[in-house]
């Protein structure tokens, strides 16, 4: 496959040992059926006396989710390419819809209701753009930096649409599922660098002005290097294009940005300075997860989680509540199940049959990657209050249903592959 030599041989050396499991995909069976039976636990212990049922629920779409992925691991992939634009542009109407109609909760207009049900259609947007992007970048050679248009400009129509709803957690998601499907299809880590560089010319715009004297000529000398033809014009480019990322990102930290989003992605560095505003949730989540110990106080027996210390625990901050009641080992193999998760679901994608296959895979990846880091840093401290959920684990019934139908999607390409594993 195009592009993908050099991932297949690091990763295959982490996952060549089949004999785990006689059928190792029953890793994506079993690891979820733990988390989120181990969430469920934690969720109820989140809401004690309280008379809410959302554990119940999140059994509920669990098992609803399995199902989905039984008859999802029987479907072709191939046989949507051809309704892919159609779904896009649906998605994109919907995400246009939600902004102008939609229900509003917690100060964001994120829902349609529906049957009396609150849908997030932003879950649902991540899958479609896994797809589409898997279409534009299948059998693609990255020979100039004119590549990138088409996969960054159908990946921004749903990201400023959900950015502005406002989902801040939800968009960065959006940045990652591409940069991830255009490294795994063989973009040059330069370039992968100089897009990544864009997030420190715009600190550095708002921070430390003068340092944008240094930065954006080191940008345009490893553009030089890295491009294979056409070097100054496209260097000329980037630099411009880095030139209007430090002119207009104070504006939009200060006018388009929110408060309460300013406020995340800055105290996290010093959580104390608002201890009872922006910095509230990040501290009590650090003093539960250290209160926890080594062996935690046990199941249902969490005070600070009793006490409802941290708002919302059972959604984004579930990570605190494994951390007081199952200790450093609880949280330590909870890490463990993500990891031998994704480690099997890389696998997957590097025997898949097609790119095309491979790539959504890849991009199911690294959503999942994505959002596990940045909600488990944001727990202990380690990063920004985003508002992204851990998968399986976080309540919210749409996020946990896609999660399923993604784990089907991945099946699927695990089951084509198989004769050819077989194979070789």
């Not at 406020?263 to 003093?287: A, C, V």
């Amino acid at each position: 496959m195009l592009g993908l030599g050099r991932n297949k041989i690091s990763t295959s050396k982490i996952v060549r040992n089949k004999k785990f499991w006689k059928d190792p995909d029953l890793i994506i069976w079993i690891v979820p059926f733990i988390l989120v039976h181990l969430s469920c636990v934690l969720i109820a212990s989140t809401q004690r006396n309280l008379g809410i049922t959302h554990w119940y629920q999140h059994a509920i779409i669990a098992y609803i989710g399995s199902l989905i992925v039984y008859f999802l691991a029987q479907l072709p992939l191939q046989d949507l390419r051809r309704f892919l634009l159609p779904i896009y542009f649906f998605t994109i109407l919907v995400l246009l819809y939600v902004n102008f109609s939609g229900t509003s909760a917690l100060g964001a207009q994120r829902w349609l209701s529906i049957a009396g049900l609150n849908i997030q259609p932003s879950e649902f947007a991540k899958l479609t753009l896994i797809f589409v992007l898997a279409s534009i970048l299948d059998r693609k050679r990255f020979s100039n930096l004119s590549h990138l248009i088409k996969p960054i400009v159908v990946s921004f129509l749903p990201w400023i649409l959900v950015f502005i709803q406002p989902d801040l957690g939800t968009s960065l998601v959006f940045g990652a599922i591409l940069l991830g499907m255009l490294y795994w299809s063989g973009m040059p880590y330069e370039w992968a660098f100089i897009i990544l560089a864009t997030l420190v010319t715009g600190l550095l715009s708002y921070l430390y002005q003068f340092g944008l004297f240094i930065w954006i000529p080191i940008i345009g000398f490893m553009s030089y290097k890295s491009l294979p033809n056409q070097k100054k014009f496209l260097t000329l480019i980037v630099i411009f294009f880095h030139s209007l990322i430090a002119k207009i990102s104070p504006w939009f930290w200060e006018n388009v940005l929110r408060d309460y989003q300013r406020d995340r992605l800055i105290l996290f560095l010093n959580p104390s300075k608002d201890p009872l505003g922006g910095g509230y949730h990040m501290l009590q989540s650090k003093i539960g997860i250290g209160s926890g110990g080594l062996l935690g106080s046990g199941l249902m027996q969490g005070q600070l989680t009793k006490l409802k210390f941290i708002p919302e625990q059972h959604t984004d901050f579930i990570f605190s509540a494994l951390g007081e009641e199952t200790g450093f080992l609880g949280t330590l193999l909870v890490a463990f199940l993500f990891f031998i998760l994704i480690v099997r679901l890389i696998k997957i994608a590097v025997d898949a049959r097609t790119d095309f296959e491979s790539l959504i895979v890849i991009g199911i990846v690294s959503m999942f990657i994505f959002q596990i880091m940045v909600n488990i840093f944001m727990t202990i401290g380690l990063g920004p209050v985003t508002g992204i959920p851990l998968p399986f684990m976080s309540y919210g019934r749409t996020a946990l249903f896609v999660n399923f139908i993604s784990l089907g999607f991945c099946l699927s390409v695990s089951r084509r592959g198989q004769p050819i594993r077989n194979n070789l």
